[in-house]
């Protein structure tokens, strides 16, 4: 065998190494990577409620990122900070562009199912919060088997108790039992510790809950409440609120108002904080003063705070259960023009087949009660025989045989489940016994190898060492003559000469504002913070540039005679971003001028600044052409973002689509800029 092929042979026997070492890594050496330690610290951070130290954690992972599978793990868990901090559409921004980026791959790793179990969850959670259960469920199933091959597997239980949830949703009870029951068995294969098995215990005591089995619902809420002293503010809130509900399906309200009395004074005080709590608290109060005669004189007002807390949040669905219970209080306090005012809107409405079979049932017997009242018999004996048709749909042995049925057939389905993990770990173990072999006797040629070349590489060396320290020689001299040259030097020279020179009034003006413009831009932009005044400043001497250069459009500027510009702070470029988007996307392709509107208003608790253009309508993180790269909206976004996780009080920056685009920024009087 010649040298030449030796050589051959040896290289194609490295490259393999190479790709194989690299197989390797993919799959198991990333949990010692720096980048992967800093996305969990920053998963650990959105948790703790801490976002400003997350955004920088994330920062710092992709900094140190090793491949696109640790960097694309870091923007996964961005996704998680959008959700948290920002909103739905820039969580999915991330979720679209992690899940694109692994449909491209023809091997999955399991950093790769790490992160599409993350985005996957993130996006079960937004398709839940829009209530739409089917796609949530199909997502979440998809997340599972993410998860049985990522490094998530205990967030499995977790993942089917949301889709029991689901389930729950679209009145399936047997199926949310199922899932329940699900989640708490893989808890127990996967050896999960008690502790942590609250959420599976509470949603199956739930579920036995609303088929009324209450043997087996006090069992299983048992094991949840007797874990309270571990748990989180709302976690304890949801164990209590089981017990009211427990009582109360039972009639015996002695005991509900115990449990009531508790949840009222555990969240009374953080009300604001807990916004959907406080109105379900408020909610189940009402109820439980109805159904049992005491305080009725607080029902009314709780019912109306209950009603604005969840509309301000968003949630269509308590409305129907809310105005029944109003029913209930008009007829409980004997005023009938208020009870006959509800009843005719509802039987104007049209039946919703999506709400609750709890609450339909709840809104029948309320009905009953009614026409009982109006002395109506045959409207209320025709909803009674309704309601008994939901009661013993809830209550029939058809439901529970159902239940037992699916629960018996999973028990199955987890010992496949067990011996699937059991054989998944042992086909790991001999994969990379295998590689261990293959990487050995590779390492033994690649040796070989190295020291055929051993002095040719030398030569090379001290040739390359050379041109090294020529380069770096040439790029100090380059360096020194850059860093005589400052910006204020190259303004300076250009004031001079436009003093020197001047031709047409119009032109020295020009020019002399494309100076101050330039010297602005670059004080301002080292700065965190300036006044209103100098943005303003900042922002009409770019617009008269633009103007004068033969851009056509109009700009019109109003300010509150009550703001002070001056002592007013804001981030820098804050307007200037927008207006400059407003011109090189907003205004693209008209054939007529378009219109800026800028607006400062004083608010009672601030200032805020209104950019409105009638031209086209772009979004962010999304670039509308011209070359542009979004950078700008970037920037204001984590800056903002930074800067809000230091005050109580927090700068809004949001764009709205109108006849045109309209951003409305909101600085608060008490807000610190330091970073």
């Known amino acids: 065998m010649t040298k030449k092929t030796l050589i051959s042979y040896a290289g194609a026997a490295c490259l393999l190494s190479i790709l194989l070492s690299g197989c390797g890594n993919n799959e198991n050496n990333f949990l010692n990577s720096e980048s992967v330690r800093f996305s969990q610290m920053a998963e650990d951070s959105i948790l703790q409620a801490k976002p400003g130290i997350a955004q920088k954690l994330i920062e710092k992972a992709q900094k140190e990122a090793k491949d696109s599978a640790e960097y694309y793990f870091a923007e996964a868990v961005r996704s998680s900070l959008m959700l948290n901090c920002v909103g739905l559409d820039s969580a999915m921004h991330y979720i679209d562009e992690v899940e694109d980026y692994c449909s491209r791959l023809s091997h999955l790793s399991t950093l790769h199912h790490t992160m599409l179990t993350l985005t996957g969850h993130n996006r079960g959670l937004i398709l839940q919060y ?125 005991q509900a108002w115990e449990y009531m009395t508790k949840v009222y004074q555990m969240i009374e005080p953080c009300k604001d904080k807990m916004p959907y709590e406080d109105a379900l608290v408020k909610t189940n109060y009402a109820d439980l003063a109805i159904q049992s005669g005491k305080n009725l004189n607080c029902a009314d007002g709780f019912l109306k705070e209950a009603m604005a807390r969840f509309e301000k949040l968003g949630m269509i669905t308590p409305r129907h259960y809310l105005e029944s219970m109003q029913l209930w209080l008009a007829l409980k306090t004997n005023d009938l023009p208020k009870a006959r005012n509800l009843v005719g809107r509802f039987e104007k409405e049209a039946p919703d087949t999506g709400i609750e079979i709890n609450y339909r049932k709840f809104r029948n017997s309320a009905l009953i009660e009614y026409y009982k009242t109006t002395h ?107 860093e005589k040259i400052s910006p204020h030097f190259i303004f300076n020279v250009l004031n001079r000469e ?67 510009t001056e002592s007013v702070q804001v981030p820098s470029m804050i307007i200037q971003t927008p207006v400059e988007n407003a011109i090189k996307h907003g205004f693209a392709g008209m054939e007529q001028g378009g219109v800026i509107d800028l607006s400062i208003k004083k608010m009672d608790a601030g200032t805020q600044i209104t950019v409105r253009n009638n031209g086209l309508k772009y979004t962010p993180f999304r670039p509308a052409g011209n070359n542009s790269t979004g950078t700008g909206l970037k920037v204001i976004y984590q800056t903002l973002m930074l800067m809000n996780a230091r005050n109580k009080e927090h700068i809004t920056f949001d764009i709205r689509e109108n006849e045109g685009t309209e951003v409305i920024i909101y600085i608060p009087y008490i807000y610190t800029f330091n970073w």
């Open 498 to 564: 436009i003093n020197s020179h001047p031709e047409s009034d119009t032109e020295y003006n020009r020019l002399m504002q494309l100076t101050k413009l330039l010297r602005k831009g670059l004080t301002l932009s080292g700065r965190p913070a300036i006044s209103l005044t100098d943005e303003l400043d900042f922002v009409t001497t770019y617009v008269s540039l633009l103007q004068d250069t033969g851009s056509h459009f109009s700009f019109r500027f109003h300010k509150d005679s009550e703001v002070d």
């Open 130 to 254: 829009k209530q739409q259960p089917d796609a949530a469920i199909a997502n979440y199933q998809k997340v599972v088997e993410h998860s049985m091959q990522g490094l998530y597997k205990k967030w499995i239980p977790s993942i089917y108790c949301k889709i029991g949830d689901l389930y729950g949703m679209k009145n399936d009870f047997p199926l949310q039992a199922y899932f329940y029951r699900r989640g708490l068995f893989v808890a127990d294969s996967l050896a999960i510790p008690e502790t942590n098995k609250y959420n599976c215990y509470s949603a199956l005591g739930f579920s036995y809950l609303s088929i009324r089995d209450f043997d087996q619902a006090g069992e299983y809420l048992a094991k949840a409440y007797r874990m309270k002293d571990s748990l989180s503010v709302q976690e304890q809130f949801l164990a209590f609120n089981n017990y009211i509900n427990y009582y109360y399906y039972q009639r015996k309200y002695d």
């Open 376 to 482: 109506n018999a045959e409207k209320a004996l025709s909803i009674l025989e309704s309601n008994i048709g939901i009661e013993d749909s809830l209550r029939s042995d058809r439901q529970k045989k159902y239940v037992a049925d699916l629960s018996m057939r999973y028990q199955n389905d987890i010992t496949h489940l067990r011996q699937s993990i059991t054989i998944g770990r042992q086909e790991n173990k001999i994969m990379l016994l295998r590689l261990g072999i293959a990487s050995g006797a590779i390492i033994l040629i690649g040796l070989v190898v190295y020291f055929i070349g051993y002095l040719q590489r030398m030569k090379k060396e001290r040739k390359y060492q050379f041109e090294q320290h020529l380069y770096e020689i040439s790029k100090l001299k380059m360096q020194n003559i850059r």
